[in-house]
């Protein structure tokens, strides 16, 4: 493994750390001390996320024109890092909705640019584990920040201005092991003469394919918040533990990234990134019929983990793959781009199923749509698999 | 620089950085507890007075005074709101009361932090506590203290889904719950309808353990919707109305009332009679009111505000339900107050 790609691995977890602990108080504080209620909370959740789409292909696009992924990285973790000094000041919500804002845009603007470089970092039949790694360490960091923002204010109950410092000092970590111990270029692999990078050399008929295949099982992706609404909506456990729910995920995820990554690599990226949607479709079930809802909860997580495990990381590695060396970023943020794209058209359409039908049919019809597309999706990943590696 | 330069500056920062953000974790916890060391600053009985407190008319609410009592649960009397406060042993994020039973929503603080609902009997001994699923928001008794009502936020946990939703349910008191409220059957404007964005909040009971009323948010719009327990059904009676509170006698709702000022909604208190459907806007009260009300008597009505310039400290005041009536300052430090006759 290389040490770029655990560095990598590092920062992601540190960053992780910073922005998921301030999320995770961010409700308690906006009610509790700011005294915002409900319904004059109107965060424009869509545009966020359609300027971090643009975002995150243009840090793609950056990336691989000036040749130097790690700067634009390090421009996106360091946009993060000053949102957090700004949040310190903001006290009023429409300053917090533009910090959380610029914070997403530094999100997408590193996303693409830093996997180039952990695919960079790695040849071709090792990176679903690299991938693998780097998921496992930023996931640890997303189960860590909530606790630890939550155990401070355990300690100081009015602490929200402590965590937010906390969260600061831990962007900074990010920002500084990026920038001081991540080498610009993988030493090991000297790029051949840089040739400009263009969409025509993107676009190549591998890349489409599993732009489509990603879209098609992207817009047949629940979010995972729907799945913990449903389990909710079966009372018992679930209520208990809703606020808990995603650290269940966020813990089998990260427990199962690297073996699902190894995995990847020995049978076939595509094949893996098929199959988990089979685990995504098991968790529909499970939430639908959820008879014995203990069970079904852990479960619902545990596939959902495994989901997020043998996707997240295994499509970057498999764009990394169907690409050329000089346009691995723009490949990576397109098909990133495209699944962000899908999930938003998917949680819309599925918000109104859900009240149409229910949660329980609503999840059953969405689960029996991907039953259909999961054969031809298998073929299609299949024939990528055997798909040979662009030449440099 | 070279590797070992390179990691020696990334150590050196990494100590700036872990000391920096220890010393002010620290500095915070010791201001926080010195703050909250302190005796209150308004005037106390003893807590064996809170049990003779506990027997006469009286208002309970929660205490907001930044001191050793912060989020304790006070009570004052009736003829004296703004008189010596006793303390019960009881924390809440939100109270209320009936003669014979209390209602608290709780933060439970941790590394796994939860939310409960926990009923009491009138010497606060815990008659059961139940889980609820987000930040506590309001909560209310039916006037014989048989049922309660919660509304809780229930919150996005990842920057993917910043945004609320609210969860409402009734429960029986020392029993089971009804359900959640967006589940029952919702007719607006009398037409049957199921829409996918419904919220429902704000629940007041009427005297005989059936009839409630609440506001259902969808479209953008608000409703007062009046419920009925038993065939579950939520029919609108009027819009614009934003956490309903029935009067004692029946026959008002006090509520909040939106308008836009500065670009964000602000609230105003108002009164809808109900068998006229005439609406009175108490615009003496300027300041923007987020609480449910709470009526103290026929003509007046209590709530909570906020300190701008103290973050955490909020007062009880009550006003005059004549539309220019002017708020005066009932109990200082407080919040959720509960009148109980």
């Known amino acids: 493994m290389a040490s770029a790609v655990v560095t990598l691995g590092f920062v992601s977890m540190v960053t992780d750390i910073s922005s998921e602990s301030v999320a995770a108080i961010l409700p308690l504080y906006l009610t509790g001390v700011l005294g ?29 024109r000036g040749g130097h992924p790690k700067w634009v990285a390090l421009l996106g973790y360091g946009t993060s890092a000053v949102a957090r000094v700004f949040l310190l000041f903001s006290t009023g919500l429409s300053a917090i909705a533009t910090v959380v804002a610029v914070d997403r845009v530094g999100k997408g603007l590193r996303t693409a640019p830093r996997d180039a470089m952990i695919a960079d970092a790695s040849a071709d039949a090792d990176r ?34 402590t965590v937010m410092v906390i969260s600061l000092g831990f962007a900074l970590l990010g920002v500084a092991l990026l920038g001081l111990l991540v080498p610009d270029r993988s030493a090991s692999a000297p790029r051949p003469a840089r040739r400009p990078a263009t969409w025509r050399e993107v676009a190549r008929p591998a890349l489409v394919k599993l732009l489509t295949l990603a879209g098609v099982l992207g817009l047949l992706t629940v979010g995972d918040g729907f799945i913990y609404l449903a389990l909710l909506d079966r009372g018992g456990f679930a209520a208990h533990w809703f606020p808990l729910l ?138 990528l698999d055997r798909e040979p590696t662009p030449a440099p | 620089m070279s590797r070992r330069a390179r990691v020696a500056t990334f150590m050196a920062l990494a100590l700036v ?31 064996d007075a809170a049990v003779d407190a506990m027997s006469e008319p009286r208002i309970l609410f929660r205490h907001t005074g930044i001191d050793e009592r912060y989020g304790r649960v006070a009570v004052v009397s009736l003829v004296d709101p703004g008189g010596a406060r006793a ?64 509304t809780t936020f229930v919150s996005g946990h990842s920057y993917m889904q910043v945004g609320f939703s609210t969860a409402t ?28 964005d419904r919220n429902v909040w704000g629940v007041t009971f009427g005297p005989d353990d059936n009839t409630f009323y609440a506001t259902v948010g969808t479209g953008g719009e608000t409703y007062l919707v ?46 809808l009679d109900l068998a006229h459907g005439r609406r009175t806007v108490l615009s003496g009260e300027t300041r923007d009111v987020d609480d449910q009300i709470e009526w103290l008597d026929r003509d007046t009505v209590l709530y909570g505000v906020g300190r701008e310039d103290e973050p955490g400290v909020s007062d009880v005041w009550e006003l005059d339900t004549s539309s220019d009536a002017r708020p005066r300052l009932l109990i200082e430090q407080a919040w959720s107050p509960a009148v109980v006759r």
């Not at chain 1, 584990?129 to 100081?156: C, E, K, N, S, Y």
């Not at chain 1, 819309?348 to 689960?367: D, Y």
């Not at chain 2, 349910?169 to 199921?194: A, W």
């Open chain 2, 226 to 271: 009046r419920g009925d327990l038993r065939a579950r059904t939520l029919t609108s009676v009027a819009d614009d109305v934003e956490c309903p509170s029935l009067s004692p006698d029946g026959t008002r709702i006090a509520f909040k009332q939106a308008s836009r000022r500065d670009g964000r909604t602000w609230w105003t208190p108002a009164v």
């Open chain 1, 128 to 161: 679903g584990r690299a991938f693998g790694v780097h998921r496992a360490l930023d996931t640890t960091g997303a189960a860590i920040g909530p606790l630890m923002a939550f155990a401070v204010l355990w300690w100081i109950p009015d602490g929200y201005l």
């Open chain 1, 246 to 383: 995603y650290v269940g995920t966020n813990l089998a995820y990260l427990s199962l990234a690297v073996p699902f990554g190894r995995l990847a690599d020995r049978v076939g990226k595509g094949k893996v990134l098929v199959a988990a949607h089979v685990a995504l479709l098991g968790s529909y079930l499970t939430a639908a019929f959820a008879w014995w809802v203990t069970l079904a909860t852990a479960l619902a997580l545990l596939l959902l983990g495994m989901f997020y495990a043998a996707s997240d990381g295994v499509i970057a590695a498999l764009a990394s793959r169907l690409s050329a060396d000089h346009v691995r970023a723009s490949s990576i943020a397109a098909a990133q781009t495209v699944v962000a794209v899908a999930r938003m058209a998917s949680s819309a359409v599925f918000g109104v199923l859900w009240f149409l039908l229910g949660p329980q049919a609503a999840l059953v019809a969405v689960g029996a749509a991907l039953l259909l597309v999961l054969p031809i999706a298998f073929t299609a990943a299949s024939s």
């Open chain 2, 87 to 150: 303390f019960t042993p009881v924390s809440c994020d939100r109270v209320y009361a009936t003669s014979e039973v209390e209602s608290c929503l709780r933060t439970e603080r941790g590394v796994v932090t939860e939310y409960s609902l926990t009923e009491y009997d009138d010497r606060w001994h815990q008659l059961q506590q139940v889980p609820v699923p987000g930040i506590p928001s309001r909560t209310r008794l039916s006037p014989d203290g048989s049922l309660v009502a919660t």
């Open chain 1, 36 to 64: 915002l209620s409900t319904i004059s909370y109107g965060f424009v959740d869509a545009l966020y996320h359609g300027v971090s789409a643009l975002v995150r292909i243009g840090g793609g696009w950056a990336a691989d």
């Open chain 2, 17 to 47: 950085v872990l000391c920096g953000v220890t010393a002010y974790a620290v500095a915070s916890a010791v201001r926080y507890h010195r703050t909250h060391d302190r005796p209150p600053t308004v005037a106390t009985v003893t807590d």
């Open chain 2, 169 to 196: 349910e009734i429960r029986d008191v020392d029993g089971d719950s009804h359900g959640d409220l967006e589940k029952f059957d919702l007719v607006l404007l009398g037409r049957h309808v199921v829409p996918r």
